[in-house]
C-alpha cells in the first residue's frame, strides 16, 4: 500500500485540475519504488468548508497524507515525501508565485494491529501480465 489522499480548498479548482495531482502523485510514489502497483491508491478531496491564516479567501491549501504499511525505514519514508512534495510544488509553482497557498504533506504508517485488507488486485495484475 500507500492510501494517498489529496485535500484542496474548493478555491483552487479552476486553477489546478483534481485529476492532475492524482496522476502526479500516483506516478510518483509508483517511480520510488518503495510500492507495488497493485497495492496504491490515490485519491482527491475537495473541502469546501476551511479557513486559512487570517481568513483571506484567496488564500489556499492542498494537504497530502500518505499512509503506509508497516516495515519502511525512515530513509526511505523520507525519500518517498521528499519525491512526492517536489511533484505538488511543481504542479502548484504558478499558483503559490500568486496567491496565498500552504502545502503540506505527511507520510506516515499504518499500524497493522487493528489494519484489516481484503483485495484481488495483486492476482488481478499478475493474471493481466501473462502472455
Same mark, same amino acid.
Given at each position: 500500500?500507500?492510501?494517498?489522499? &489529496?485535500?484542496?480548498? #474548493? ?21 520510488? %519504488? #518503495? !510500492?507495488? =502497483? +497493485? /497495492? =496504491? ?6 473541502? *469546501?468548508?476551511? =479557513?486559512?491564516?487570517?481568513? *483571506?479567501? /484567496? ?8 499512509? &503506509?504499511?508497516? /516495515?519502511? *525505514? +525512515? ?10 512534495? #517536489? ?8 499558483? !503559490?508565485?500568486?496567491? %496565498?497557498? #500552504? ?7 499504518? *499500524?497493522?494491529? +487493528?489494519? =484489516? $485488507? ?10 493481466? +501480465? $501473462?502472455?
Amino acid at each position: 500500500m500507500p492510501h494517498i489522499i &489529496i485535500e484542496y480548498s #474548493a478555491n483552487l479548482e479552476d486553477e489546478v485540475a483534481p485529476m492532475r495531482l492524482v496522476e502526479a502523485l500516483h506516478a510518483a510514489a509508483l517511480e520510488t %519504488g #518503495a !510500492f507495488p =502497483l +497493485a /497495492g =496504491l491508491r490515490t485519491r482527491a478531496e475537495r473541502r *469546501d468548508h476551511y =479557513l486559512i491564516a487570517d481568513g *483571506d479567501p /484567496g488564500n489556499a491549501f492542498i494537504a497530502v497524507g500518505v499512509r &503506509i504499511g508497516e /516495515g519502511r *525505514d +525512515a530513509a526511505t519514508r523520507r525519500r518517498v515525501a521528499e519525491v512526492l512534495m #517536489a511533484v505538488l510544488e511543481r504542479e502548484t509553482a504558478e499558483i !503559490f508565485r500568486c496567491r %496565498g497557498l #500552504a502545502l503540506s504533506l505527511d507520510v506516515s504508517e499504518i *499500524d497493522g494491529t +487493528a489494519s =484489516l $485488507k481484503t483485495n484481488n488486485l495483486h492476482q488481478r495484475l499478475k493474471a493481466r +501480465a $501473462k502472455p
